[in-house]
């Protein structure tokens, strides 16, 4: 017991670290009011210790280490001393030694990447187990003895990698492998691609990549930031609690439609107008229909100055307009050059004539030529541009921007059947969402962010993706997904087709295959219908050997699932029930009938639709067949929803199962048997 109750004693040191920490920086916020300065590095400062503090006095409560390291004679730089690695950098005493090092720290690297093979180093790697904030136990690794490490050598890892799922989603700090720990730890300037399969941690390795970009390059992220796109709300919440645990709650978080929203969104458009609206074509018919507003010129133009009238010739007008088309600016920058070199052309006229060309003199000539200048060049609401696309040609289709881009049943697909009167009246769609952001960013460049990770990629269409390139176009960008995850009707079928899309074809694509979240059982039904769903993606195996499945052919459905969430509340951890989105509704009344709080910590009912991100302990898929039947890539929804457990699956049907899933998991009758 006497090394547990060292460790013990640095918990304490560890806790009263933190609340020194959390004095010195309330002090400095109290010191900080009275620093000389100018004006805006006052207020920086200010924000900066303020934001600090608040940090400090919101930091989880929660264990301040999860591991130690102590090296050996093997390392030049660290030989014989020990860290203790925790989620955030805990300093010692006195300006001593940190009592805790940050799991990004260069010096924490070797605990997720020293082996028996190599051991970087490092002697001894400690593991350590805990029950809430009570240190509990400990596991030392040998590693300067050859003792094997990592996947499958800790009791420790394994307990805390298959500990039951209850609320948010948890960071993995504690868990990373080598494969992950390279992903996380990519360079700012690296942009890259993560196709894994269900459980391979891709989420979390995205989320910990954005935490220690924002440690390791801080001060080039303040400017840009970093944005993490997730496909649902529901997804949000689920992993919202992962970077604030990490020390981190300076990153926007937000689905691609929240980040769009210029527009409410009140109408749906049917299934072949939106496979038009998100064709990559689209891009080009909105480019001719907002640059089919520029008019060439026809006419000099003039600007009166008291008496006299200074003119622009037609020519030297028409050259200004087509150089600068040729220039390819946004729009709206376009239209400030004209303006300013059609001044300038007159300002030179006048000083040639002997005039001084004053501010407000200037000011005076661009408000007089400005009325002109917008007959030639208008201004524009990417509303209006839109309006008139989707109200279709009027008169002469010559001048339709659709015209040689699309087909005519594609242009009779998009266009309202009745057009409303004006863009103020008009009903959007979600697709209008991502044309309208495609418009805005033809017409000025969007903000852009330092570094954007986008989950669930696969699902993005080329008119979406081209949303997220304009955000990364001088950052960066880590995408997560899986194609056998693919569900909407234009789901990538190419990572580096997507990447390109994604504005990033240099993007590197990398593999993760080893799942840590899904149980063997699992994996291989899943493995099982790789082939169905056609997606080239590697198999998955799994770390865990633990789990079970079982599929139940029952008469009454609503029936057969209470049975399933009955014996699932013997367990510990959360439980999911899954249905296509039409069939909801009737299991939550059953279950709430049968006394279930539905909706509460530890019960969820979840469309199919919605489930995509999620996990749970136990898992009730209900009638597999209505799922796959309810749209297009229906048994790819299936596959989602067959590998959201964590530990236990139930297939639950009363009708006969999908063949594709019949010929891996044969149905059992009644409430007994399993696969």
Known sequence: MGTLDEERRHVERCRAGLRRMLEGARDNVIVGETVAGDRYSAERLGRHLKSLAKE????????????????GPGSAEHRGRAYHIGRRHIAGEHGGPPVVVDWRAPVARAFYRASARDPQGVAVRRRFGWSGTTLTSYEDERLDQGEPGGQGGSRLLAAEIERPRVGPMRDIVATIQPEQDDLVRAGLDTSICVQGAPGTGKTAVGLHRAAYLLYAHRRRLERGGVLVLGPNRAFLGYISAVLPALGEVDVEQTTLEGLLASVPV????????????????????????????????????????????????????????????????????????????AVAAVRRRAEARGVTATAAWTRRMARGLAPALDALWPPVKPEEVLYEVLRGPCGDDADDPARGVLSDAERAAITWARPPRSHRSARWTAADLVLLDELAGLVERPRGYGHVIVDEAQDLSPMECRAVARRSEHGSLTVLGDLAQGTTPWAAASWPERMALLGKPEGRVVALTTGFRVPAAVVELANGLLDALGAEVPPTRSYRSDGRLRVTRVEDLGKGVVAAVREASGFEGSIGVIAADHGTAALESALRDEGFEVGGPRLSVVPASLVKGLEYDHVVVAEPAAVVEAERRGLNRLYVALTRAVSRLDVVHARPLPPQLARLAPARQGGGGGV
Request: proline share 9%.
């Open 56 to 71: 400090l006095s919101e930091e989880p409560e929660g264990p301040p280490f999860f591991g130690r390291l102590d090296f």
């Open 266 to 341: 009140t109408a749906a458009d049917p299934e072949e107008a939106a496979l038009v609206k998100h064709d990559v074509r689209m891009a080009e018919v909105l480019r001719r229909a907002l640059y089919g507003r520029v008019r060439k010129p026809v006419e000099p133009v003039a600007v009166a100055d008291g008496s006299y009238r200074w003119r622009v010739p037609e020519d030297e007008l028409r050259r200004i307009v087509d150089d600068t088309r040729r220039a390819r600016l946004p729009y709206g920058v376009g239209r400030e050059r004209v303006h300013a070199q």
